[in-house]
């Protein structure tokens, strides 16, 4: 497990200096700057704040200057607001992560829920009913579902208000979030309950006289919940880069949103600094998903 873990690490690193590249030469790929703006700036002016932000040297120098600095503790100053970027991205941070927790926790209890009662309901109108709103989530893009539920919720109904800075609603945003890897699970829990209800240890079980509850939660769902875990790496990478469109539409002040910002007004510091804290996140996800999964299944043999 520990060479398995240092493993991990290692290429978790290659993994993140190729996405901090690939990002760097990108936004510098883009045609402007961070200082070109509607009004007209004197070229005196732009060249002094290049020379502050070492934008004026060649591109590998800025890259490597970056780095370092990052290596250090130093995440930068945003070129857009001049603020420290650690305590504002952290701060906003907090924000997307009880959005995010929040609909992870829901798409993973009601996808497990249903996916079950589909499983035991097989061919019956409950199975029915929720493979069809199911096939309606997975089909039915995040930011979509968020303009309708704002549009029907909110100014139709009135339910909702819209923001709050003091007291911000985060129903519609986490049922935006979670529908999609809800129903996702839900399918998964289903395939996996029946393949594991027609397995030979089940009908032993059965056999022996073991109830049906046990039989059911005890023996065939821990089974079945082995591809959810395996999912639960890539559906924190969905709501945590879903979240950056979802906040924007309901004015949430989150990461996300912080995010898409800083790509409109090339801001770059702000747009490294929350790709290098995102990747290192998804990595933090991936080694934990493949930990838990060997904690359910010690069968499986992690090299």
């Not at 780095?67 to 130093?74: A, E, R, T």
């Not at 393949?195 to 023996?219: C, E, M, P, W």
């Not at 949103?257 to 007004?265: A, C, G, K, R």
């Not at 929350?274 to 933090?284: G, K, S």
Request: proline share 4%.
């Amino acid at each position: 497990m520990a060479k398995y873990i240092a493993k991990r690490i290692l290429l978790a690193i290659v993994s993140i200096w190729i996405i901090t590249m690939i990002t760097f030469i990108a936004m510098n790929a883009i045609p402007g700057g961070p200082f070109n703006k509607e009004k007209a700036t004197s070229e005196a002016v732009i060249a002094t704040l290049e020379a502050r932000y070492n934008l004026d040297k060649p591109l590998g120098e800025q890259y490597v200057l970056y780095m370092k600095n990052v290596l250090h503790g130093d995440w930068g100053i945003s070129l857009h607001s001049g603020r420290p970027i650690w305590n504002d991205m952290i701060s906003k941070f907090s924000v997307s992560a009880k959005l995010g927790g929040r609909a992870a926790i829901l798409a993973i209890i009601v996808g497990i829920i249903l996916g079950s009662i589909a499983a035991l309901t097989r061919n019956k109108l409950p199975d029915r009913l929720i493979i069809f709103f199911t096939t309606l989530g997975t089909a039915m893009p995040s930011f979509v579902l968020a303009t309708l539920l704002l549009l029907v919720f909110c100014l139709k109904l009135g339910w909702f208000q819209v923001y709050s800075a003091s007291n911000p609603n985060y129903t519609l945003p986490v049922i935006a979030l979670s529908v999609y890897p809800m129903a996702y699970i839900t399918r998964l829990t289903k395939t996996s309950m029946l393949d594991a209800l027609n397995q030979d240890y089940i009908r032993t079980a059965r056999a022996k006289g073991v109830s049906k509850i046990k039989v059911i939660f005890v023996h065939a769902l821990r089974n079945a919940l082995i591809p959810v875990i395996t999912y639960v790496g890539p559906m924190v990478a969905y709501i945590l880069t879903g979240s950056m469109v979802v906040e924007n539409i309901f004015t949430i002040g989150g990461l996300g949103s912080t995010f898409v910002t800083s790509i409109t007004n090339q801001d770059y510091s702000t747009i490294m600094a929350v790709t290098i804290f995102l990747a290192i996140l998804m990595v933090i996800a991936n080694l934990i998903t493949d930990i838990i999964y060997k904690l359910v299944d010690p069968r499986i043999k992690l090299d």
